[in-house]
């Protein structure tokens, strides 16, 4: 009768584990298509056996029946760190592959047709006046063609700047989308340990919720973790610490009073009482794979976007190390460093043909030395139909005059009129798509281009120097490049070179992403859920079920029987 009466608990643990598994089953098959869902295995074992001390030769046991084990939530680990850091990687590659294409977009369809149209609209105005220098149509036609290049060349460079903005307020987003995620893995890490401290119930659906956040997190920025033995997850974020068991150490952003460009920094590590900051991204290092410096979209956006708006000086007079150690790094730096280097080019070599310049020495009326210095070449340099000195140049600083009057100490004094050098820190004595404009005098005056020689005949050489100006071959786009082009080839080559680093980004994002999938694939074969494997789970658990159930039918036969007849 004892035997029989225990029987029934061992069908009883078999209905109940069962349907347990069942459930088990169930709740996989509802989340099949739930992000970052971990599939819930059952382990069954047995119960205690209870041991009888007979006289007979060997001993008699008796099991209590079945018992769940566990429910495993199988993660593996290798496979996690090694999705999140190629996660990170092809994020840093995407973000400024789609740089790239803004900036192409930036410089219009096709390539830049557009502004290429109105850079032979402006070549073909000079070819023009080459024909008949002292005929005001052609005059007209420069002055308004020069008008209409750098309105463009100023539009495409604000666009430029514009996106930087944008770039920048995206910027401002991941970073405070880091700081959320770092508070949401912290407070999910306090309920994971408060559920599993007991040691009885693992806290599944919150470790998935975890597991999705640090996810997320190593698309923005390069993240190592590790879990402790009381289930909480700690965090390093470009090698440093970013959240333990307790703390989140938050980024702080700082923002630069002229550019509004923000950048992220360590609070805990700065000493802002001295304007120490600790950068979050530490760009002397060389963006390489075997460094594992080329992760996260964050990184990505700050290295694209730069630290300001950069002009020709990003360029002239660089080596080719120290270009690609600052602007050449950032996709939006160097297109704005070529443009304007090429601009400021082109709005030189016409100056220096309308308004030439000679380098003298001399001693100033009020006995300073002028050593080695520019001035206007009255020899050679060209007068409008006014009889101006010196002559006018076509594009004009704001703020700054191409030249200031002079006397020397001699008697009676000459007059020298000498050129305002660019070598000033201060970007309004340059030559910048931001700081020209069609010298306003041109737009007023009749004639008032240079187009006379000092006898007074048509100036055809100067006519023929600016159409040769063009065709010239010594321009270069930046310290990378060995061959010299013309203006011409100038603006093409940029854009191909900005194309040709936008395929080498496309090309490793697309590796990238092709390997991430790989990468998921192997962890959905770990913990995602097979609905025609949990299919055969539920048919078995089914079974099992159901021959429990048979089995305490017998058994209750078997009582009743020996019940009612004994």
Known sequence: MANGMGSLYIGASGLQNSQNALNTTANNLANADTKGYVRQQVLFADRDYVTFQSAAISKQQAGLGLAIADVIHTRDYFLDRYYRTENGRQSFYETNYLAVQDVENIFQELEGEQFQTQLEEFWKSFAELSKGPNTEVNQNLVVKNATLFIERAQGVYQNMKEYQKRINIKIREGVDRINELGHTIQNLNKEIMRIESGGVETAMTLRDERDNALDELSSLAKVEFREDANGAVRVRLENVEFLDEVHVFE????????????????????????????????????????????????????????????????????????????????????????????????????????????????????????????????????????????????????????????????????????????????????????????????????????????????????????????????????????????????????????????????????????????????????????????????IKYQSAYNAASRFINVISEMLEHLVTRL
């Open 251 to 538: 980024i702080g952003i700082r923002q630069d009073d002229v550019t509004g460009f923000v950048t992220p920094y360590w609070p805990r590590l700065s000493d802002l009482s001295r304007g120490k900051y600790a950068d979050v991204f530490d760009f002397d290092v060389d963006i390489a794979p075997e460094l594992n410096s080329d992760i996260g979209e964050l990184k990505a956006l700050v290295l694209s976007r730069g630290d300001r708006f950069a002009t020709y000086r990003d360029i002239a007079g660089l080596s080719a190390d120290e270009y690609n150690d600052g602007a050449g790094m950032s996709v939006m730096l160097s297109a704005e460093a070529e443009f304007d280097q090429f601009i400021h080019e082109v709005i030189t070599a016409v100056n220096d043909v309308l308004s030439p310049t000679k380098t003298i020495s001399f001693t100033g009326a009020d006995g300073t030395p002028y050593n080695n210095v520019r001035v206007w070449d009255e020899d050679k340099g060209c007068l409008g139909a006014d009889g101006q000195k010196p002559g006018r140049e076509l594009f004009v600083r704001r703020g700054c005059d191409r030249y200031r009057e002079v006397a020397d100490n001699q008697v009676p004094p000459n007059i020298y009129y000498v050129y305002n050098e660019e070598d000033s820190p201060d970007t309004f004595k340059m030559y910048t798509i931001q700081n020209v404009d069609v010298n306003p005098d041109l737009l007023e005056t009749e004639s008032g281009m240079p187009h006379l020689n000092p006898d007074g005949t048509p100036a055809w050489d100067m006519a023929q120097q600016l159409v040769d100006i063009w065709e010239a071959k010594k321009y270069i786009s930046n310290p990378n490049d060995t061959n010299p082009c013309n203006f011409k080839e100038y603006y093409k080559k940029m854009i191909v070179d900005i194309g040709t680093n936008g395929n080498v980004y496309k090309s490793m994002a697309e590796d990238l992403e092709a390997e991430v999938a790989s990468i998921e694939n192997s962890r959905q074969q770990v913990f995602g859920v097979s609905s025609d494997e949990e299919l055969q789970n539920m």
